[in-house]
């Protein structure tokens, strides 16, 4: 086997070995998927540095995709949300989105389907993605958590710690432009943050060299359609940043 010569394949190589070393139960090494997920954010910034030499259109090799991300996650029994689980959510949409949208965690209708914002709040955020001259299939949805708390209650501390890390290399693996962050526990987590929603949205915050949107939840605004116009004010920023005429 050649070894690797560039850094995004020293990263790839390096990560491949650690969740083998994990899956062999190795410990006294950092092996666990935190670190997994921090080698996917500096090959995200390796990549984000060399794609500065390359076309618009290009985003330049990313440190791995998707699909490798999927397989990763196989099954996953990580946390007990499985236990209640249908089916896993992992996310939709274009593999190399300029926009992301990040949610907090697959309620009922998601749970039955397997995909992001299918139920009511999935309508509206349709209506908004598609406000902002876009589809749905030219974005990337996904949410915090991949499986739907009972009951819809909040995602909990080590549930969240359990699924991030998938999250941030999917992230990693778009490497979209911004990244919409739909609620309070999503702009919350993506941030590191106890600041209200209210006080963090409208404007962009940076989070590791991601620049993040954070703005009110979908199932917010159909309780309160009267913040309706804030968050129109907030895609029209992230419209503005993807220079998407209005
Ligand atoms: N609410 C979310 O936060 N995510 C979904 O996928 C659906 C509803």
Known sequence: MQPPET??????????????????????????????????RWSHQSTAAASHKAPAADKGPTAETLEAVRTDLGDCTRCRLSEHRTRLVFGEGAAQADL?????????????????FVGPAGQLLTKIIESMHLTRDQVYIGNIVKCRPPGNRLPEADEIGACLPFLTRQISAIQPKVVCALGACAAQTLLDTGTPISRL?????????LKVMPTFHPSYLLRHPEHKRAVWEDMKKIMALLRIPL
């Open 100 to 116: 992301v949208f990040v949610g907090e965690g697959p309620g009922g209708d998601e749970d039955r389907s397997g995909r992001p």
């Open 7 to 40: 850094m995004d394949e020293t990263l790839q190589a390096l990560r491949r070995s650690l969740d083998q070393m994990a899956r062999w139960g190795c410990r006294g090494f950092d092996c666990s998927e935190q670190a997994l997920a921090v080698l996917a």
């Open 201 to 209: 949205r409208g404007r962009f915050h940076d989070a590791n060299g």
